[in-house]
Each structure stands twice: as C-alpha cells, then as structure tokens.
C-alpha cells in the first residue's frame, strides 16, 4: 500500500528553487523495524529552512546576510546531499551553515576573537525555566543579539530552537564540555543584560 504526501510545488529561497513532488512511502516498510529511508532533501529543508534563517539571523545579525548565507547552504547541501548519511540532518544542515559563515567572515574582515575557556560554569537551568517566554521572549531576543557569537549562538541552538547539546556541540563543531561553559556562560551574561534592563524577567506583574 502506497500513501502519497503531497508536499506542494516549490520552495523558493533567494536565488536558490527547490521542486517538490509527492513522496511516495510503502506503508509496510515504514511501519517494519527496518531501518527508515533516508529522508528527501526537499522534504528537509521545507521542514528546517525557518529554522536555518532563524539561526542564520543570529549569526549575521543582518537580514540580508542571513538570507545569502542560508542561501549558499542550501546550495552546498544540494551538492553533499548524496554523500550524506541521512543521520541528524538539522544538525548537518546548521554544521554546513556554520562552516559557511565562517567562511564569510575569513572573506571580509578578521575580528578579535573572545577568549574562551572549558571551566565549569555554574548552572543557570532554573532561571531559564522561570522566565515568561511568551511575555517577554522578544524582549530576550534583542538582548540576545548583543552577545558575541561564541555565547550567542549556543543560546540561539539550545535555548531558542530547542537543540540538545549533542546536536548543538555536533552543530558548531566543539566538544560538549566547551557547548556546556559557553551556554552558561553565556546565560549568565544575557541574564545580566535583562536584569540591567528589563528588571527581573522571572517576577513580572500580573
């Protein structure tokens, strides 16, 4: 028995056209203990592409950028896309993207980079469960943006798109001890920011 998803005609991002054209699955094999299929490359990105311009935003801090930047992954994936295992692909997409990006930034102009270390940072877990996302969430965002990108963007994959760690670690290419100090650390420097200026974001007023 076939079932026949029909994912739309096109995706369209930037220069970039991605055709879309039903997926066919054998129920039977889907169900089985089988090893699933792996996945179709269209099916991915009309899934992650939100997802991708979201993280892109964070890394660029630039609209425009982020939309080439997510662009040009894109059009690298589509290349790598056979040689590819099919395993974690939001993780294989961001790792693209991330290596694309660096590649960027190598182009136009070296920066000073933060100086990082893998000491243990204390855990900022509960203030972060406390905080009223939908109250104040693009609010934190802002704040967000003023971090340097190494405290930046493991809030952005763990926090905000809700990655674990393994995937985020896998995802910037650091091992997940140094995932674990930056995303504390990096809580504890935007927590500072929101105490500065929005108050207390874990007490607001009914």
């Not at 589509?78 to 930034?105: C, Q, S, V, Y």
């Not at 204390?122 to 340097?148: A, C, F, M, N, V």
């Not at 108050?199 to 009914?206: A, I």
Request: contains cysteine; charged residues 25%; aromatic residues 8%.
């Amino acid at each position: 028995q076939e079932v026949i998803t029909d994912l739309g005609p096109r995706i369209k991002f930037g220069d970039q056209h991605f055709s879309l054209r039903p997926l066919r699955l054998n129920t039977m094999k889907f169900f089985s203990r089988e090893k699933i299929a792996k996945p179709r490359f269209e099916m991915v990105v009309d899934q992650e592409l939100p997802m991708l311009f979201r993280i892109a935003v964070r890394m660029t801090l630039n609209e425009a950028e982020a939309e080439d930047l997510v662009g040009q992954t894109l059009y690298l994936a589509t290349k790598a896309w056979d040689n590819f295992d099919g395993a974690h692909p939001r993780g294989w997409l961001i790792a693209i993207l991330r290596n694309e990006f660096l590649a960027m930034k190598r182009k136009s102009s070296a920066r000073p980079t933060v100086a990082l270390e893998d000491a243990a940072e204390p855990s900022t877990e509960g203030y972060w469960q406390e905080i009223d996302w939908k109250l104040i969430g693009s609010q934190i965002i802002t704040l967000l943006d003023r971090l340097p990108e190494d405290f930046r963007l493991p809030i952005a994959l763990c926090d905000v798109e809700q990655l674990t760690r393994d995937e985020a670690a896998l995802s910037l290419g650091v091992p997940i001890g140094t995932l674990n100090s930056r995303l504390n650390r990096g809580r504890n420097m935007l927590r500072t920011l929101a105490l500065q200026t929005l108050g207390d974001p874990t007490h607001q007023p009914l």
